[in-house]
């Protein structure tokens, strides 16, 4: 019998050979839009400097002085939380700009506003108190966005979703195939093949009376893709009332609305298909007021968005109407004893080049990383590497003329996210790093005050200085 104990052996030395060459070499690279972090197998035995505290670029944000005359017409400036939101576009008239002039017109046209983000905002925290606050002052009914199925069933508060599990699911960091579109939260949902209504997936939502303006739906559109030309068509259960719509054939996005002006409690939707139909999922709104499209993915860096498709992101945001694009991550490229950030930032600001691009004259907000706790000795304490990437953020906006917001220090900043932990309300878990829907709730209060008092600055100066405009 020969001997194959040398074979594994040449094989381990062989890649043990090729990764400590790799380690002396520049082996950072991207693809796609994604930059990998560099090799070095030599990580965890190399001799370190402790990392310090990294100060931020800019001491006091940079912002605009507010227009003449103006006074904020609630104290905005002072209410608990507030940071100035620091825009560094070139133009009166350029990106969040934009997103300004649409809500001082959201009464007569819907607006959305596209929150991506990480584990952060999974299950519709914090984007669903900023959703009701912005509909509360702005108006508009309904969750905006929802892909037809949810990762975490049952997590998300903002509407009640359930769905057959004989659906095959699609995302840009899980499972990703370049030939497949991907939907705009960069996900895509395949029903099983079928014909006759048998075994079919389905998906079914019901409105949530705790929420205000949640408790039923106006307008439902269904967003999906049949490229393979299949035949299908989606039978829809409105209020217990059912019927059968055709699905078109054809790529790029499809849009077919299921409901329209009446207010209905639930909706099921069940698929039949003879071939691959692609389902990205299904918008609950009505024709006037403000959106917040929740668009997490738990575990992603932010540079997968630069995957999304090329032709259906445009064609989301036309149907949308979006405006603005916040961009909420951090939480997963932050690691401890890493403080220079170059390889992330090079891909991010590729990013962002990208989806300005796929999403043309709509505003972009870099917010930055929330505080961060570890366990050092027998306490827990800030993370040294957070006001290193909180500066590379800021830094990132400044490169693209997008905008930016520091949500480190609107929380607090050092040990705030520890003050949140040891709350009496319990405002954040105790991994020390992410909200509970209760602490979502002040962050979103943060944030809304911080954007109120930018477009009231707007709004003041479209309404009483036209002439000093240029």
């Avoid at 001491?59 to 003449?68: C, N, T």
């Avoid at 999974?122 to 037809?148: C, H, N, S, W, Y």
């Avoid at 055709?246 to 299921?258: D, E, N, R, S, V």
Wanted: charged share 15%; net charge positive; hydrophobic share 40%.
């Amino acid at each position: 019998m020969r001997n194959h104990i040398r074979e594994p052996f040449f094989i381990v030395l062989i890649v043990a050979v090729v990764l400590s060459a790799l380690s002396f070499m520049p082996s950072s690279f991207t693809v796609l839009g994604i930059t990998t972090r560099p090799i070095n197998m030599f990580a965890d035995v190399e001799v370190k400097e402790k990392p310090k505290p990294v100060k931020l670029i800019a001491v006091k944000p940079v912002v605009k002085p507010p227009p003449v005359d103006f006074k904020d017409k609630d104290s905005l400036s002072y209410k608990k939380g507030y940071w100035p939101i620091e825009e560094y576009s070139v133009s009166k008239q350029d990106n969040l700009a934009v997103f300004y002039s649409a809500l001082m017109n959201a009464k007569k046209k819907k607006v959305h506003l596209a929150y991506f983000g990480d584990s952060m905002i999974e299950g519709d925290i914090v984007t669903q108190d900023l959703r009701a606050m912005l509909q509360k002052r702005f108006g508009g009914k309904g969750v905006g966005f929802v892909p037809i199925i949810n990762f975490v069933p049952g997590f998300r508060q903002s509407i009640h979703q359930t769905f057959s599990d004989n659906w095959t699911p699609y995302t840009v960091i899980v499972n990703y195939q370049s030939s497949i579109p991907y939907g705009l939260n960069g996900e895509v949902f395949v029903p099983a093949i079928n014909t006759d209504g048998t075994n079919a997936s389905w998906a079914s939502f019901q409105g949530v009376p705790q929420m205000a303006g949640l408790d039923s739906f106006h307008v439902v559109k269904l967003y999906y893709s049949n490229p393979n030309n299949a035949e299908a068509n989606v039978s829809i259960r409105k209020d217990g009332v059912t019927s059968t719509l055709p699905l078109a054939k054809g790529g790029g996005l499809k849009i077919i609305t299921l409901n329209n002006g009446k207010a209905i409690r639930s909706i099921q939707m069940s698929f039949a298909a003879s071939n691959k139909l692609y389902v990205f999922g299904a918008s609950f709104e009505d024709s006037t007021g403000v959106y917040v499209d929740d668009l997490d993915m738990r575990g992603s860096s932010g540079q997968q968005l630069s995957l999304l498709d090329n032709s259906i992101t445009p064609q989301f945001q036309n149907d949308l109407n979006i405006k603005c694009t916040v961009l909420q991550y951090g939480i997963n490229v932050v690691h401890t004893g890493t403080i220079d950030y170059t390889y992330y930032s090079k891909g991010f600001v590729n990013t962002i080049k990208s989806l300005k691009s796929k999403l043309p004259g709509c505003g972009i907000l870099i917010n930055s990383v929330s505080d961060r706790a570890a366990k050092k000795m027998d306490a827990y304490q800030t993370m040294p590497e957070i006001p290193a990437f909180v500066a590379v953020q800021q830094n990132m906006a400044r490169q693209t003329n997008t905008a930016f917001w520091n949500l480190f220090q609107a929380m607090g900043a050092d040990s705030s996210m520890i003050n949140m932990v040891n709350s009496s309300q319990q405002l954040a878990n105790k991994d020390y790093t992410h909200f509970k829907p209760a602490g979502g709730t002040y962050i979103a209060s943060y944030f809304y005050y911080s954007m109120l008092y930018a477009y009231e600055k707007y709004e003041w100066d479209q309404t009483h200085n036209k002439n000093a405009r240029s």
